[in-house]
C-alpha cells in the first residue's frame, strides 16, 4: 500500500504496509441521537460523551457501564470536555448555553450565556482558569470559570466558529471556523496573533502538540493540516481520508495524530515521518470526534450512527523501505 502525504513545498512518499487494525474494543450504546463529541477524564476513570439528545454520558472504559447522565441542555450537546485536573466538565449546546459541572456528581455550577447562536465548542486553559467557547454566532468568548463573567469577545472570523483550542503554556487560543480560517490569539492581551490560511473548506476542529510546537486542522476540504505554532506555517498536509475530516487529536506523548472522517474512519499519523499507522472501520455513518485515553493505549470515537467506540491504539512499525522526499514548484500551493 501507498501513503501519500502532501506538504506545501515539500512531497513525501512513504512505501508500507499499513497493519490490519482489530475491531473496535468495546461499544456503547446508550444514546438515542448522533454523538457529537467525546473526552476521556484525565485520570483515565471515565468517558464522556456528549449527543444530539441532549445529555451527556459518562462511562467507565474499562467495560463500558453507564456511570451518570447529565441532564440540563435544552438542545443537542455539541462537545464535552475537561479541565486538565479533572475537577471540571464544560459542555457546549445548540441551546446558545455553555455549562460548567462537576463531573463526579453531574452537578451544573453555572450557566454561561451571552452567545446568540449555538455554541460548538469548549476548551479549558491548562491552568483552568479560563474556559474559551466557540459559536455560530461567528464569535470567540472567554469566560471565567469561577465566576462565569464573560472576560472577553473575539471578533474577526466571518462565520461559524467550530473549535476552539488553548496551547499547554496558556498563552495562546486557536480557533477554527466555517470561513475557511484558523486565527490564533494571545490570551493575556486578546489580540489577533496571526491567521493561519490554507484550507479550501470549512475548519472543524483545531488543536495544539502537547509541547505547544505544532497546531493541528481537520477540515471540509478532505484534510487534516498541520502548522508551526511559531512562524503559522503549513509544514504538512495530511490527505488520505475519503470525505470532510471532522476531528483530530494528539496523542497525549505527541508521537501520533488520529483523525476521523465523514468516509466513516479513523486514521492514526505517525508524526516522526507524516506516515499512515493504521484506519480503523467500525462506524456505519461519519464520525465527529476523537479523543486519546491519558495512557495513550486506547482512543475513543463518536459516531453520526449514535455509537460511542473504543479502540486499541496500533504502534508505529519501522518501515521496511526508505522514504523518499522530492522538493519543487510542483509541491507548492
Same mark, same amino acid.
Given at each position: ?52 439528545? %441532549? @445529555? +451527556?454520558?459518562? $462511562? ?6 453507564? #456511570?451518570?447522565?447529565?441532564?440540563? &441542555?435544552? *438542545? ?124 479550501? %473548506? @470549512? +475548519?472543524?476542529? $483545531? ?6 510546537? #505544532?497546531?493541528?486542522?481537520?477540515? &471540509?476540504? *478532505? ?111
Amino acid at each position: 500500500m501507498t501513503t501519500l502525504v502532501g506538504l506545501i513545498g515539500l512531497s513525501v512518499a512513504i512505501f508500507g504496509t499499513e497493519p490490519k487494525a482489530e475491531p473496535a474494543k468495546l461499544t456503547m450504546h446508550g444514546h438515542t441521537n448522533v454523538v457529537n463529541a467525546v473526552k476521556f477524564a484525565p485520570d483515565g476513570s471515565g468517558l464522556a460523551s456528549a449527543s444530539d439528545d %441532549d @445529555t +451527556v454520558q459518562i $462511562v467507565d472504559p474499562a467495560n463500558g457501564e453507564l #456511570l451518570l447522565t447529565l441532564k440540563g &441542555h435544552t *438542545d443537542s450537546v455539541l462537545d464535552v470536555t475537561y479541565s486538565v485536573d479533572g475537577t471540571r466538565m464544560a459542555t457546549a449546546s445548540a441551546d446558545h448555553t455553555a455549562k460548567i459541572w462537576e463531573p463526579g456528581e453531574g452537578k451544573v455550577l453555572l450557566t454561561l450565556t451571552g452567545h446568540t447562536d449555538s455554541v460548538n465548542s469548549v476548551a479549558f486553559s491548562f491552568d483552568g482558569k479560563w474556559l474559551a467557547t466557540g459559536s455560530d454566532d461567528d464569535t470567540v468568548k472567554l469566560w471565567n470559570v469561577e465566576t462565569g463573567k464573560n472576560v472577553t469577545t473575539l471578533k474577526g472570523h466571518t462565520d461559524s466558529v467550530n473549535g476552539v483550542a488553548f496551547s499547554s503554556d496558556g498563552k495562546l487560543l486557536a480557533s477554527g471556523s466555517s470561513d475557511n480560517l484558523v486565527r490564533i490569539w494571545s490570551v493575556t492581551t486578546h489580540h489577533l496573533v496571526r491567521t493561519l490560511k490554507g484550507h479550501t %473548506d @470549512t +475548519v472543524n476542529a $483545531v488543536a495544539f502538540s502537547p509541547d505547544g510546537t #505544532l497546531i493541528a486542522t481537520a477540515s &471540509h476540504d *478532505d484534510t487534516a493540516k498541520i502548522w508551526d505554532t511559531a512562524s503559522g506555517e503549513n509544514d504538512v498536509t495530511l490527505s488520505g481520508h475519503g470525505g470532510p475530516v471532522r476531528g483530530l487529536a494528539f496523542s497525549n506523548d505527541g508521537t501520533l495524530l488520529a483523525t476521523v472522517s465523514d468516509d466513516g474512519s479513523v486514521k492514526i499519523w505517525d508524526l516522526s515521518t507524516d506516515a499512515e499507522v493504521a484506519t480503523l472501520d467500525g462506524h456505519s455513518d461519519w464520525l465527529n470526534d476523537v479523543t486519546f485515553a491519558p495512557d495513550d493505549a486506547t482512543l475513543a470515537t463518536a459516531g453520526e450512527d449514535k455509537l460511542v467506540k473504543i479502540w486499541n491504539v496500533p504502534k508505529p512499525k519501522p518501515s521496511a523501505t526508505p522514504t523518499e522526499k522530492q522538493v519543487g514548484p510542483a509541491a507548492k500551493k
